[in-house]
Structures are given as structure tokens and as C-alpha cells.
């Protein structure tokens, strides 16, 4: 218990220490600053964006289960990958949902910390609690994208996806901690196949949603 208090206090310092930046001030931004943007430059970069969630996800996976001293900085990037992707999707939806976009992947990130160090520990009872608490967060991500956009990202299909996220994830986690090195490779493939499928879903929902402020056609 002494490591899950060490790194939830690491957590909460980055969570205070880190700033949510503006739009124009982050590299890899798929929003635009302008009227019009194109959609393939778009759809790469939100596919960008959903990546470096999972390789960033994944270093912190990594560190922990090693007791590495990266892990601070590791959680540090990684949480400002939820402040980039709730900017990317200010100038379709506004600041207000996308702080609050920020803030409930924010806890999705929090959530899996008190998983990992549970698992790590031992502590079935925890892990149990942080796994309930982690698949609530992700049907509460799906509800609040539907409400933002729920022609083209139907509640049913954002559930089914969010549980995929967290269900490959938390495989890629067991195989890692096991050190079954093969199933971990493996899981971590099937989380950024998927992740890409996502991206794609997403992006391509806030093209139909806003055609006014796109130009060129995707091209597969």
C-alpha cells in the first residue's frame, strides 16, 4: 500500500502541476484555427492525438510494473494527451464541454492508476472497485459524445467502443504484469488497431456534423 500511496500523490501533483493549453499553442491539434480545414489532414491528426493516448498509456503501464523513475513524467504526458484532445474539439463544441471532455478522460487516466497499482499490489478488492469505477467512466465518456453529436456517434456503438478500449487495455496490462511478453505484444496490437478504428469514427462523425468547416473529400 506504501507504492499506491506514492503513486496516486505523483498523480494528483501532475493532475495540479499540469495546464490545459490553447488550441493553437498544441503541436499536435487536429482543430482548426480557421473556417475551413481539410478533412484528411484532420482524420490524421485525431488519429494522432488517440495514438499517443495509447503509447502513452502503455509507457505508464510499463513504468509502473518496473518501479522505473520515468513514471512521473510518463503520467505527465499522458495527461496532457487528454488536455490536447479536449481542445481539438473546442472549436466544434466550445470550452465548456472541452474542459469537461478533458476532465472525464482525465479520471479515465486516474481510474487505471488505481487499477494498475491494485493489480501490481495484489489487492483483488481494490482492483474490483477501480474496475467498476473504470468501465462507469467510460459509459459516462460515451453518453457525453453522444449528447454532443448523436446523429453520427450513436450511444450504442460509443459504449461498444469505449468497453474495447478498456477491455484490450487492461489485457495488454494483465500480459505485461504476467510477463507473458508474446500476449503482451499481441494485446498491445489490438489496442491500437482499434484505437485507429475509433479515431475514424470519431473524426469522421465531426466532419458529417460540421461539412461547412471542412474542404476536400476523405480519401481511403
Same mark, same amino acid.
Given at each position: 500500500m506504501k507504492r499506491f500511496a506514492v503513486v496516486m500523490?505523483?498523480?494528483?501533483? +501532475?493532475?495540479?502541476? +499540469?495546464?490545459i493549453p490553447t488550441v493553437a499553442a498544441t503541436k499536435s491539434q487536429p482543430a482548426p484555427n480557421s473556417a475551413v480545414a481539410d478533412k484528411m489532414e484532420f482524420r490524421q491528426d485525431m488519429r494522432k492525438?488517440?495514438?499517443?493516448?495509447?503509447?502513452?498509456?502503455?509507457? +505508464?503501464? +510499463? =513504468?509502473l510494473f518496473a518501479g522505473t523513475p520515468d513514471l512521473? =513524467?510518463?503520467? =505527465?504526458?499522458? *495527461?496532457? #494527451?487528454? %488536455?490536447?484532445?479536449? #481542445?481539438?474539439? &473546442? /472549436?466544434?463544441?466550445?470550452?465548456?464541454?472541452?474542459?469537461?471532455?478533458?476532465?472525464?478522460l482525465r479520471q479515465h487516466i486516474l481510474i487505471a492508476a488505481d487499477l494498475l497499482v491494485a493489480a501490481k499490489n495484489g489487492d483483488s478488492a481494490a482492483f474490483q472497485n477501480a474496475n467498476?469505477?473504470?468501465? %462507469? #467512466?467510460?459509459?459516462?465518456?460515451?453518453?457525453?459524445?453522444? =449528447?454532443? #453529436?448523436? !446523429?453520427?456517434? /450513436?450511444?450504442?456503438?460509443?459504449?461498444?467502443?469505449? &468497453?474495447?478500449?478498456?477491455?484490450?487495455? *487492461? %489485457?495488454e496490462a494483465v500480459a505485461r504484469l504476467n510477463g507473458d511478453w508474446s500476449a503482451d505484444v499481441a494485446a498491445f496490437d489490438a489496442v491500437h488497431n482499434h484505437i485507429?478504428?475509433?479515431?475514424?469514427?470519431?473524426?469522421?462523425?465531426?466532419?458529417?456534423?460540421?461539412?461547412? !468547416?471542412?474542404?476536400?473529400?476523405?480519401?481511403?
Open positions: 500523490l505523483i498523480l494528483v501533483a +501532475v493532475v495540479a502541476a +499540469v495546464a492525438l488517440w495514438e499517443d493516448h495509447i503509447i502513452w498509456t502503455r509507457q +505508464v503501464i +510499463v =513504468s512521473d =513524467s510518463a503520467v =505527465s504526458r499522458l *495527461l496532457q #494527451n487528454q %488536455a490536447d484532445i479536449g #481542445n481539438a474539439v &473546442k /472549436p466544434f463544441y466550445g470550452e465548456a464541454a472541452g474542459d469537461h471532455l478533458t476532465a472525464l467498476t469505477a473504470w468501465y %462507469a #467512466n467510460a459509459n459516462d465518456i460515451a453518453v457525453f459524445l453522444n =449528447s454532443a #453529436n448523436p !446523429k453520427y456517434w /450513436p450511444l450504442d456503438e460509443l459504449k461498444q467502443m469505449m &468497453k474495447i478500449h478498456l477491455d484490450t487495455t *487492461l %489485457a485507429l478504428m475509433m479515431a475514424d469514427f470519431l473524426s469522421t462523425g465531426i466532419i458529417a456534423q460540421f461539412p461547412q !468547416k471542412f474542404t476536400a473529400a476523405i480519401r481511403d
